[in-house]
């Protein structure tokens, strides 16, 4: 940590991580953009970047529930008959999602009740753990997100998830300008635009911390050796004190 007049920084991975008051965020990973059976799947959308990306991130999520990281799921919904869509937002995904519409209408995608708006089977939310629809890309928009990190101390958010460029990158902007330190999981975010990824990964190296899987698994494992060690030395305090 260092001190800027008067205000400590945390600038080590392993205090900005603290499972203390970190939490893992987990954006949209849900079977109508990750799975091969999803509505991006059976469009033809590249999918091969979470094949990689998948088994990391759940590997991070396995991390987190053992070093107890608060743990929140991110659901993008939309709502039936485009009931949460506005005329500005339809043009937003008509230009987003040109290619893959093929000059189609605007693509539906994780409606509620529909299998795609589920969580692919390895990022099912354990009971307890927080689930936060959200209807527009980035989790903090019209979504109760803010007050449940506050109302669990966070100050950190380790983002993981999909798509770099939307999502993610979305959240991870106004988790910052919402006073939280952010570091993007580097190996566990994805993208079907590789281009459009790398450009993310770009912008975002420039402004957020990155820490690959391993790297904060690491540091979460050295918190904890150093926690046990710590009580280990306080309990043989005790002893020789009392005798």
Same mark, same amino acid.
């Given at each position: 940590?260092?001190?800027?007049?008067?205000?400590?920084? *945390?600038?080590?991975?392993?205090?900005?991580?603290?499972?203390?008051?970190?939490?893992?965020?987990?954006?949209?990973?849900?079977?109508?953009?990750?799975?091969?059976?999803?509505? *991006? $799947?059976?469009?033809?959308?590249?999918?091969?970047?979470?094949?990689?990306?998948?088994?990391?991130?759940?590997?991070?999520?396995?991390?987190?529930?053992?070093?107890?990281?608060?743990?929140?799921?991110?659901?993008?919904?939309?709502?039936?008959?485009?009931?949460?869509?506005?005329?500005?937002?339809?043009? %937003?995904?008509?230009?987003?999602?040109?290619?893959?519409?093929?000059?189609?209408?605007?693509?539906?995608?994780?409606?509620?009740?529909?299998?795609?708006?589920? %969580?692919?089977?390895? %990022?099912?939310?354990?009971? $307890?753990?927080?689930?936060?629809?959200?209807?527009?890309?980035?989790?903090?928009?019209?979504?109760?997100?803010?007050?449940?990190?506050?109302?669990?101390?966070?100050?950190?958010?380790?983002?993981?998830?999909?798509?770099?460029?939307?999502?993610?990158?979305?959240?991870?902007?106004?988790?910052?300008?919402?006073?939280?330190?952010?570091?993007?999981?580097?190996?566990?975010?994805?993208?079907?635009?590789?281009?459009?990824?790398?450009?993310? @990964?770009?912008? @975002?190296?420039?402004?957020?911390?990155?820490?690959?899987?391993?790297?904060?698994?690491?540091?979460?494992?050295?918190?904890?050796?150093?926690?046990?060690?710590? @009580?280990?030395?306080?309990?043989? $305090?005790?002893?020789?004190?009392?005798?």
């Amino acid at each position: 940590m260092i001190n800027i007049e008067g205000k400590g920084v *945390f600038t080590e991975l392993a205090e900005i991580v603290d499972p203390a008051h970190t939490a893992l965020l987990l954006i949209d990973m849900q079977r109508d953009f990750v799975d091969p059976e999803g509505a *991006f $799947g059976e469009l033809g959308v590249d999918l091969s970047m979470y094949t990689e990306t998948r088994p990391r991130l759940a590997a991070l999520l396995a991390s987190a529930r053992l070093h107890r990281a608060l743990v929140i799921h991110v659901q993008n919904t939309a709502l039936p008959d485009r009931m949460s869509d506005s005329p500005a937002q339809i043009r %937003f995904n008509l230009r987003m999602h040109e290619a893959a519409r093929r000059d189609a209408p605007p693509l539906r995608y994780t409606v509620p009740g529909t299998p795609g708006h589920e %969580f692919v089977e390895e %990022f099912t939310p354990l009971p $307890g753990e927080l689930v936060v629809p959200k209807y527009r890309s980035s989790a903090f928009w019209g979504a109760n997100l803010e007050m449940l990190l506050r109302s669990n101390g966070i100050q950190t958010l380790v983002v993981g998830g999909c798509t770099t460029e939307g999502c993610v990158e979305s959240t991870a902007r106004d988790a910052m300008f919402n006073d939280h330190y952010v570091v993007i999981a580097s190996d566990c975010v994805g993208s079907d635009d590789k281009a459009q990824h790398d450009a993310s @990964m770009l912008l @975002m190296g420039h402004r957020f911390d990155l820490a690959t899987a391993d790297e904060i698994g690491a540091a979460w494992q050295t918190l904890a050796a150093d926690a046990l060690r710590e @009580m280990s030395w306080q309990m043989l $305090g005790r002893r020789i004190v009392w005798g």
